[in-house]
Structure formats: structure tokens, C-alpha cells
């Protein structure tokens, strides 16, 4: 069963050869994963497969963990690659800890890769209140998606379906052993409370509990994907070329609608706000003076104001080194999304760019300093 499980997660996804990455943690999930993707990958030779293990150095054991994650990669014939990560302090261990490990994972990850992660429908149940007590809304309430993008890649959760219990069955019969982290055991962390305390209580009381909060978690990812379909069409007539949004469209006598118009402009960028980060965005950017320059900055990203639109504007990519070469017969990619340059009779330098002399029909092409 729980191969069939992984097996019509990835065949949708991998029509065409692609890279496939396993996230190995060592825990009881992701230990079973690798033993199912072993199986597929004996299958599905066409793929190219990598693990990878994140030490976050949390633990005094994770070297050691790190060499047994490696050792049962490398028994399964699995190149596998250990990334040792910093944990940014200003975040809580569990989102630091999140964050760092999805930012090493897409250092390996290539354009349309998968990222594969072994969370399951306990986890899913967890993720469900958890949501609850940030107060999240439709999207957050919803769970984790089955197939969500991931920098150039897609991160893939095929055992979402499954339960806890069904993984420990297989591991048993299959004769696999995992690591057991005893951070697990802390309930300071607001997981590990679930569901040591909580949860065990809440199924005791009312039998088929876990299943209500799956039912209702399926509800709110149809509501969602339903305001969606609404939403999408006035959001997207509505952007300029460069996908700045107009504030006009945002209706100042209706905050619920301007909320869900936001937040779906948002999502195109990859970002979610938290509803008083919507409202700092409300209030500070889109209602400041208008003589102002606001701004929101959100981890590494700025929301502005300009002219009477909203932008999404990222980290600048340091340029200042880059050269290239432009020939008639082809263009020039540059650097950071910059776009391309073609070599026409009667081109003219773009702003910003100095072309070198013309030698063989060649030009040099570098950005000022």
C-alpha cells in the first residue's frame, strides 16, 4: 500500500526523466521513504536520484546521525550528501530549523526537481492545529499541500495519506531501523505537546476524531481553491506588465475582499502574511502619505508603494563582475533576470550597460561598476 501510495503520487509528476531528492532526516518517516524509493527507483532507472541529510548541529549525536543517514543511503545505492547548516537566531528553533533545511535542500535541487519529504497524516492532523492556535485561515487550516513549488523545483509529501502507525507496520516487516531524536520528547516545543498530550486525549474522547479534523481539512482546501477561481481573473486583469498591483482595484469599503485580493497577488510572489502583517501593509504602504516612500519588509523581500501600484522587490544579485560576450547570431542572457540583448544593425547600448569595442562582430558586454 504504501508503495502504490508513492508510486501515484510521483507518476503525474514524472512523465519525463527528472531529478527526484530524498530528505533524510534518519526518523522513522523519511527512513521508510528511502526504502520505498529504493523500490522505485530499481523501477524507474531513468530518473536521476540524490539524498541528502541536514545537520543542523541541534544535537550532540548529529554527526553520528549524519554517518548512519549516509551509511543506509549508500547501502540503498543512493549518492547521498550531508549539508551542514546555521540556524538564524532570530527565528524560533522549529522555524530556524525549517527554513535553513529547505534552503540546503534547493542548493542540490535543478529547474522542475523533486524534493521529496516524508511528513504523514498525523503530521498533517498536528500541522491542522497548529494553524488553528496562529489563528490562519483557509490556506493555513487546509494542511500541507501534496505537491507545493520549492525555489526552481517542486517539494513532493507522497505519504500524506498515510498514518504514523502504517509506517511503523512497514519499517517492523521490513526489518529497518531509525534514529530516534529525543528533542522529540520536549514538550516546550509546540508539536511534540500535540501530540504527546493533547491529541492522545482528544482520540480517547471522541473515537474517529483525527479523521473529522482530515474531513475538515479537505473542506477548506476546496473552500480555498473555490475563493480562488473568484479571485484569480480580477487580480490578474488588473496587474501592469511588470505584475505591480493597482491599488485601485483594492475597494477601501470592503476590507474582506481587499484582504483576499492581496493575499492572492502575494501568493504569485510566494509570500504569506500573517493578518497583522497584512494590515501593517494596509495601513503603512498602501494608506501612507502620499508624498511617502513605504515599505514592508518581510524576511528578505519589500512590499512598495509607487505610483499608485504595488511592487514586490527582491535582493539585487551583485553584477558588478559579470561579463559576457554578444554576437549577431545570438543572444546574450544577463545576469539576475535582466532579460537578453540581441545585436541589431543599428543597436544602441542599454541604460546601465557598457559595450566594449567591436572586434570580429563580437562585443563585450559588462555592467558600470
Request: proline share 6%.
Amino acid at each position: 500500500m504504501l508503495y502504490q501510495q508513492l508510486y501515484d503520487c510521483l507518476a503525474p509528476l514524472t512523465t519525463a526523466p527528472r531529478q527526484i531528492i530524498l530528505a533524510l532526516s534518519g526518523g522513522l518517516d523519511s527512513r521508510v521513504l528511502l526504502a520505498l524509493l529504493a523500490q522505485y527507483r530499481d523501477q524507474h532507472p531513468q530518473h536521476r536520484y540524490r539524498v541528502v541529510h541536514v545537520n543542523h548541529g541541534l544535537q550532540q549525536q548529529a554527526d553520528q546521525w549524519a554517518r548512519q543517514c549516509q551509511y543506509w543511503a549508500e547501502q540503498a545505492g543512493f549518492d547521498c550528501r550531508v549539508e551542514h547548516v546555521e540556524l538564524d537566531s532570530a527565528l524560533s528553533i522549529e522555524h530556524a530549523a525549517r527554513e535553513a533545511r529547505y534552503q540546503a535542500l534547493q542548493q542540490h535541487l535543478e529547474p522542475e526537481g523533486l524534493v521529496l519529504t516524508a511528513q504523514h497524516s498525523d503530521d498533517q492532523v498536528e500541522t491542522f492545529f497548529l494553524a488553528l492556535k496562529r489563528g490562519s485561515g483557509l490556506d493555513g487550516l487546509a494542511g500541507m499541500p501534496e505537491v507545493r513549488p520549492l525555489g526552481k523545483g517542486w517539494l513532493v509529501r507522497p505519504l500524506l495519506a498515510q498514518s504514523r502507525a502504517a509506517l511503523a507496520s512497514y519499517a517492523s516487516h521490513h526489518g529497518l531501523n531509525w534514529i530516534e531524536d529525543p528533542s522529540n520528547q520536549k514538550t516546550r516545543f509546540d508539536r511534540n505537546f500535540l501530540r504527546q498530550h493533547w491529541l492522545p486525549q482528544a482520540d480517547s474522547r471522541w473515537p474517529g476524531f483525527r479523521q473529522a479534523v482530515q474531513r475538515t481539512q479537505r473542506l477548506c482546501a476546496e473552500q480555498s481553491s473555490l475563493l480562488t477561481r473568484f479571485i484569480a481573473p480580477m487580480v490578474e486583469n488588473a496587474l501592469s506588465d511588470s505584475g505591480a498591483l493597482p491599488i485601485a482595484i483594492l475597494p477601501q469599503t470592503d476590507p474582506t475582499l481587499t484582504h483576499a485580493l492581496l493575499r492572492h497577488w502575494l501568493k504569485r510572489h510566494r509570500l504569506v502574511l500573517t493578518y497583522a502583517q497584512l494590515e501593517a501593509l494596509i495601513r503603512d504602504v498602501i494608506h501612507a502619505k502620499q508624498d511617502a516612500n513605504p515599505c514592508l519588509t518581510i524576511a528578505d523581500v519589500s512590499i512598495r508603494r509607487y505610483q499608485h501600484k504595488l511592487y514586490v522587490v527582491t535582493p539585487c544579485a551583485d553584477v558588478s563582475q559579470w561579463q559576457g560576450e554578444l554576437t549577431p547570431d545570438q543572444s546574450l542572457t544577463l545576469p539576475d533576470g535582466l532579460g537578453q540583448l540581441h545585436l541589431l544593425p543599428y543597436e544602441t547600448a542599454a541604460s546601465g550597460l557598457a559595450l566594449g569595442p567591436l572586434t570580429s562582430s563580437t562585443l563585450r558586454v559588462h555592467f558600470n561598476p
